[in-house]
């Protein structure tokens, strides 16, 4: 994260970061390993880099199902996100869970997601979240029109290059989506 500020600082660009609430989900990915496309993303961190930086006592407590929190653990990083002028936003609460439930749920767990990632926020920052990302950029119209209720000034729920106000059926959402349009650093070869 030092890296990432100081390149900031030295450019005098403020930056949007957007950073999930929940548990840390690690230990789901060997479910994925047979997703096609899967082991190749996971090649391009770099494993032993991974190893290295987050060290073997995280991995222990991956193993041992132990992993703890996201962002909710980590307040005094995200206070200095802010503190350093950039705007700090919420990318959901299980981050797994999002990916797999989004297009299926019919149990109102959706909201459920999007209040405790909300709620997380407040309580690591002690502030509202203004903006929200669903994470992998995955939304129904039941996420976009739960950012509307929260009076967000905006989401940033997909990938593209130019603002938008969401369409679906004849519903129109009323929160500007502004989509992402600079890779994730899992998609930079040399990360």
Known sequence: MKEIQKMLEEEDINA???ITFGPDGFKHHRNRIN???YLKRILLFNPWK???QFGPGYLLKQFLGRG???GSAHPEILQEIQRLGHELGVHGYDHYWWAENIWVD???SVADQMEKGLRSFYNAVGADAHVWSAPN????QQSLELVD???LLYGADSRGYSPFFPMRQGWVGQTPQFPISMPC???IKDY
């Open 106 to 108: 019919e149990t109102g």
């Open 35 to 37: 997703t096609p496309g």
């Open 68 to 70: 703890g929190s996201v």
């Open 50 to 52: 991974i190893v290295i």
């Open 16 to 18: 949007t970061f957007y």
């Open 137 to 140: 950029w995955r939304c129904s």
């Open 149 to 151: 209720n929260h009076a």
């Open 185 to 187: 650093l899992h998609e």
